[in-house]
């Protein structure tokens, strides 16, 4: 198997996309596009050259700001209140059930950390937030160091520091 990353586009097989998530599906075959035509997010397909008729998985993200207030205090305080805190929201992450166990979430995650960080360096922006939809999500997001909002147990954030720390040590996309 030999993994790419792309931007979204027409051409890619959106539509036998399955990942068991009927909302994630209809995300990628119908949406996503649209919301990028309008610039509201940015989708990146995970590609397998061995396999050109399956989309192996997506990300998508887009900006985002939230009130100092939502965040614990350790970090808040670091910002005027007054402003929101910039951010990029992680707005789906999905791997088609065919790639099951092989790691792909992680592989997605790990790519929409680095895009993030690498926007980080051209605009501000202070932290990653997702929302987790099953309780599965918000421990995988867990794992990889995401942290949980105080009033919000499904809502994960975590700062761009911190994904730079968890890429520190990734040289390069692994070869699964």
Same mark, same amino acid.
């Given at each position: 198997m030999h993994f790419a990353f792309a931007p979204l586009c027409r051409k890619q097989p959106r539509d036998n996309f399955q990942c068991g998530e009927a909302e994630l599906e209809r995300w990628i075959k119908e949406k996503a596009l649209q919301q990028q035509?309008?610039?509201?997010?940015?989708?990146?397909?995970?590609?397998?050259?061995?396999?050109?008729?399956v989309m192996v998985g997506f990300y998508s993200l887009?900006? #985002?700001s939230l009130s100092p207030s939502v965040f614990p205090d350790q970090f808040s305080h670091q910002y005027p209140s007054q402003y929101p805190?910039?951010?990029?929201?992680?707005v789906r992450l999905a791997r088609h059930n065919e790639y099951k166990g092989k790691r792909i979430g992680g592989l997605l995650l790990i790519d929409a950390l680095k895009c993030s960080v690498d926007s980080s360096k051209k605009i501000?922006?202070?932290v990653i937030v997702v929302d987790a939809k099953t309780f599965t999500a918000?421990?995988?997001?867990?794992?990889?160091g995401f942290r949980i909002f105080p #009033?919000?147990?499904?809502?994960?954030?975590m700062r761009i520091k911190d994904a730079e720390l968890t890429l520190a040590p990734i040289t390069e996309t692994p070869a699964l």
């Open positions: 035509k309008k610039g509201l997010s940015r989708t990146f397909a995970l590609l397998d050259d061995e396999h050109p008729e887009s900006a #985002d805190i910039p951010a990029i929201r992680l501000g922006v202070a918000k421990n995988f997001y867990q794992r990889y #009033d919000n147990s499904m809502m994960l954030w």
